[in-house]
């Protein structure tokens, strides 16, 4: 067996040899010309000149050996209903789908843009329009119209298949009437809505635009839709994520390279095999629902769980009576889920038979040890940590434990994966951190490995001036993240070097919440940071400057107007963005030239020394927000 050191080495300094090697564990339709096409950099091309589909690597091929296999398992905690569906159903169900997209005009290369809860249609959404070489843009059921319609302004989808609601701890989330707001919003408007009616929520149907998902499957019962054999570099999808303006990136994978990296990752960080079955609970939203709830199991020829509800509801025990029941073989979660069951009894846990499960990734946030060694404990299979971003599409940092068993280090999501040529940088000055225990900006000498962006939609500008150019005098990556690195070649993750927050594992941009915020009226000047919380990881707290405070002179106007703030944010951001707190200010921490000084505002909001102060315009500033804060 090969040690985890050599194969890594072979994957940086014999790339092509080394890829090539991976690119035999999907079907190609024509082998690839070449296997990384560098030419442009930082543009990567990967397996150039190879056609190939997703669909048919996730589904169809899998027929020959495994058609009566579970392929999706899709239960919902919030309906009651549970199914299952073989490699075979699935194959039919994704064909009808794919049928209702061309018969509402989607053609290959066009957006479809998938805003949905987490049910079965939304994964044969996603996998007919990988079939037909359309392109999803998958938005987050939690969002609402106004993150909605600039999603659907950036990508311009043909056609927006959603659902009547969702559903939430019991409570119905009517979806449709939020949609309707945001294609009002919106300057680009669809050709088609396609609806899953559930029978949630009451949806009104535009004549002409809205199609019932029911009524024209029934038209296309039969459909056999063959896969379009498309180039490598395709785009596959693009999902959008925050940065540090109010604009989200549109982050666009290819399908080949995508492919490729997932299928390998089942094997080399998975050490999964066809027939497990995997349960990743995040949400087909998130690049992790799309990785590895959708795309990498059903590559590998697993059972993939799809699930809709919380951990806690009926109880506790409901996660682990999933695994019970469906041999469930691997996990994936985040850490705010396990620190969410941590403080139930730990005896749900002790219920059911839990003996299949091999290992429980976990990842999105930071990692604290107490969580770590919590869940450790108590479910007695490896916890692995694993840092990634949606940029990315698969890990960067973790353990390969199917390459060499190694031991996870709390505190740590573990060493380099193999493809990615991951440095420390000094941020001043550009230059390699080569020694133990040195703080800098974790960074990616290109080509980044296949699966990762391509580019940043229609924005090649946007894609090189963000991430390749941050670091002077250097074309390297940034993930803005600070690192250390051990002399073991561990890193630990040391936070963001921008203004991006992550709540419950979910990356939100602070500018986006305060545009939405400075929306309302009476809002002069607003800044939001991140604030450390014990179960979220991390929360949003917004400080405001109001243009007229005559209203506000007691605290129920206050509380009153900071609700009505978070309202607002629910309906135009969705509750994901919402403010823990909206405090009103006098006046907010700026230097003399004007600038917002964020870090001296979080490290004030955690209690922390804000360091030198003498920069501030008006360090009396900071003596209101200390009070409010208590
Ligand atoms: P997202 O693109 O939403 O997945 O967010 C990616 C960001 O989440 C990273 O840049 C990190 O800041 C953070 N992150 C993801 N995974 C981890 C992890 N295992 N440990 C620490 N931070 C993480």
Redesign the pocket.
């Known amino acids: 067996m090969v040690s985890f050191s050599d194969f890594y080495r072979r994957s940086i300094e014999d790339r092509d040899a080394f890829w090539s090697e991976q690119a035999d564990s999907i079907e190609w339709q024509t082998r690839p010309r070449q296997i990384c096409d560098y030419s442009e950099p930082p543009f990567a091309r990967w397996f150039a000149g190879g056609t190939t589909n997703l669909c048919h690597n996730a589904v169809d091929r899998h027929l020959a050996d495994r058609a009566q296999q579970n392929a999706l398992i899709a239960i919902s905690t919030e309906t009651n209903t549970e199914r299952a569906y073989s490699y075979a159903e699935l194959h039919a169900e994704v064909q009808r789908m794919a049928a209702c997209l061309q018969a509402l005009g989607v053609k290959q290369g066009d957006r479809v843009l998938i805003y949905m809860p987490m049910i079965a249609e939304a994964a044969f959404a996603m996998l007919a329009c990988a079939r037909i070489g359309a392109i999803h843009s998958v938005v987050f059921g939690g969002f609402a119209s106004s993150s909605l319609a600039s999603r659907i302004e950036d990508a311009e989808p043909t056609v927006i298949v959603s659902a009547d609601a969702g559903s939430r701890g019991g409570k119905v989330v009517a979806y449709k009437p939020l949609l309707d707001e945001a294609i009002e919003l919106s300057a680009h408007k669809p050709q088609a809505v396609l609806l899953v009616d559930r029978g949630l929520a009451p949806a009104a149907m535009r004549a002409g635009r809205d199609h019932d998902w029911a009524a024209l499957r029934s038209r296309h019962i039969d459909a056999k839709v063959p896969c379009a054999w498309v180039d490598s570099t395709h785009t596959s999808y693009t999902l959008y994520?925050?940065g540090t303006t109010g604009k989200p990136k549109g982050?666009q994978r290819d399908t080949g390279g995508y492919a490729v990296a997932l299928a390998s990752s089942m094997r080399h960080i998975f050490d999964a095999k066809p027939g497990d079955t995997y349960f990743c609970t995040s949400d087909i939203g998130?690049?992790?629902g799309h990785s590895y709830i959708i795309y990498g199991p059903l590559l590998a020829g697993m059972a993939t769980v799809m699930y809709e509800g919380l951990p806690i509801r009926p109880d506790a025990g409901i996660w682990w009576s999933i695994v019970e029941k469906y041999k469930v073989t691997h996990m994936f979660s985040a850490?705010t889920a396990v620190r969410v069951l941590k403080k139930q009894d730990p005896e749900y846990l002790r219920r059911y038979d839990i003996s299949s499960l091999r290992g429980l990734w976990?990842?999105?946030?930071?990692?604290d040890e107490p969580t770590a060694q919590w869940i450790s404990q108590s479910l007695q299979v490896p916890i692995i940590?694993?840092?990634?971003?949606?940029?990315?599409g698969w890990p960067i940092?973790?353990l390969c434990n199917g390459v060499e068993k190694q031991t996870s280090r709390f505190g740590s999501?573990g060493r380099a994966v193999y493809g990615y040529n991951v440095k420390l940088i000094d941020e001043t000055n550009g230059e390699e951190l080569l020694g133990p225990d040195q703080k800098g900006v974790?960074a990616i000498e290109g080509p980044l490995p296949p699966g990762c962006l391509q580019t940043v939609w229609r924005n090649d500008e946007r894609f090189v001036n963000t991430y390749w150019k941050s670091i002077p005098g250097r074309l390297i990556y940034s993930?803005?993240?600070w690192g250390i690195r051990d002399k073991d070649g561990y890193y630990f993750?040391l936070?963001?070097t921008d203004d991006?927050i992550?709540v419950a594992?979910?990356?939100l941009g602070t500018r986006e919440i305060e545009e939405c915020i400075s929306g309302s009226a009476n809002i002069a000047e607003v800044a939001v940071v991140g604030v450390a919380d014990s179960l979220k990881g991390q929360v949003a707290m917004a400080f405001a400057v109001v243009r007229d405070a005559s209203g506000l002179t007691d605290d129920a106007a206050r509380l009153k107007y900071e609700g009505e703030i978070m309202k607002h944010v629910d309906s135009q951001l969705g509750a994901v963005a919402r403010p823990a707190r909206v405090f009103f200010v006098n006046a907010l921490p700026k230097t003399r030239s004007g600038k917002l000084l964020r870090r001296t505002l979080q490290a004030i909001a955690e209690k922390r020394d804000p360091g030198d102060i003498t920069t501030m315009e008006d360090p009396t500033a900071l003596q209101q927000i200390k009070e409010l804060l208590g």
């Open positions: 994520t925050s982050v998130w690049v992790v850490p976990l990842a999105g946030e930071p990692l940590d694993n840092y990634w971003q949606t940029e990315t940092l973790t999501p974790l993930t803005f993240d993750i936070g963001r991006v992550n594992g979910h990356r």
